[in-house]
């Protein structure tokens, strides 16, 4: 039997990191999870018996509304909907990659706003979506420019379906730095800046704990862990007085 309130959950991006970690704590939990990924992962039945997965472009609103309109008549659409599914790819604007820029705003947006889309289509009603943001909306990195505006998107995004859509439930949870693969796509921190990340750095286990208590509430949003949240707030501050001292350090 469950011990959560969602009997079903749907989790996208759960070949790895949170995804992984999100799927782990359901199933342990007695939850029946719905593992959308974009490449088949045949080794996930292994670690979670009973696990359903299903291989999906979750960037294609069409896929995902037939996907969804199959699971309705069902009688197999969870009400809670994580939105996990994203990449990590270095771009910049002094050299601007566009293929990589749409690439990481194709997975990271579209593959949400899809779900979204696909829900609002069909006509579904008291669903909880939830997504994935970053507290690099707070610092952008202008070497990882895509992953920035993508995940700020989403935060926007959700805020314009919260009053379209009352019949629905949008939630972001804004994670600080978490020890995932996708911390591989930037560059690894030394000296004070490796002291910094450790001593804020959460993991992977520990996120979709927190996470998945936050699904459960009311709440809209969520920043996690709130060190974090507190660190940039405070670096953001120093750099809105000081603007040079950011600057300066990216073209030395």
């Known amino acids: 039997m469950s011990s959560s309130k969602y009997e079903t959950v749907l989790i996208t991006g759960t070949t790895s990191g949170i995804g992984r970690a999100l799927l782990a704590h359901y199933h342990r939990h007695g939850a029946r999870v719905i593992a959308v990924n974009r490449r088949e992962c045949p080794e996930l039945w292994n670690e979670f018996p009973g696990v359903e997965l299903e291989t999906l472009d979750i960037t294609c609103k069409n896929t995902v509304h037939t996907f969804?309109?199959?699971?309705?008549?069902?009688?197999?659409?969870?009400?809670?909907?994580?939105?996990?599914?994203?990449?990590?790819?270095?771009?910049?604007?002094?050299?601007?990659?566009?293929?990589?820029?749409?690439?990481?705003?194709?997975?990271?947006?579209?593959?949400?706003?899809?779900?979204?889309?696909?829900?609002?289509?069909?006509?579904?009603?008291?669903?909880?979506?939830?997504?994935?943001?970053?507290?690099?909306?707070?610092?952008?990195?202008?070497?990882?420019?895509?992953?920035?505006?993508?995940?700020?998107?989403?935060?926007?995004?959700?805020?314009?379906?919260?009053?379209?859509?009352?019949?629905?439930?949008?939630?972001?949870?804004?994670?600080?730095?978490?020890?995932?693969?996708?911390?591989?796509?930037?560059p690894q921190p030394e000296g004070l800046q490796r002291r910094i990340f450790d001593a804020l750095a959460v993991t992977a286990g520990e996120t979709a704990s927190a996470a998945a208590e936050f699904f459960e509430g009311p709440r809209e949003s969520l920043l996690y862990p709130k060190k974090a949240w507190i660190f940039y707030e405070a670096v953001s501050a120093v750099l809105a007085l000081f603007p040079n001292l950011y600057s300066g350090t990216q073209r030395a």
């Open 68 to 186: 969804l309109g199959r699971l309705e008549r069902e009688n197999r659409c969870p009400r809670l909907f994580v939105l996990n599914a994203g990449i990590n790819r270095p771009d910049n604007f002094d050299g601007l990659d566009f293929d990589t820029f749409q690439e990481v705003m194709k997975i990271n947006l579209l593959g949400v706003l899809s779900f979204a889309g696909a829900i609002h289509d069909l006509g579904l009603v008291g669903k909880t979506l939830t997504a994935i943001s970053s507290t690099s909306n707070i610092i952008p990195n202008p070497a990882h420019i895509g992953y920035y505006l993508s995940k700020s998107a989403i935060q926007e995004s959700f805020k314009l379906l919260r009053r379209r859509d009352p019949q629905n439930s949008y939630k972001t949870i804004v994670l600080g730095p978490v020890r995932t693969s996708i911390m591989a796509g930037y």
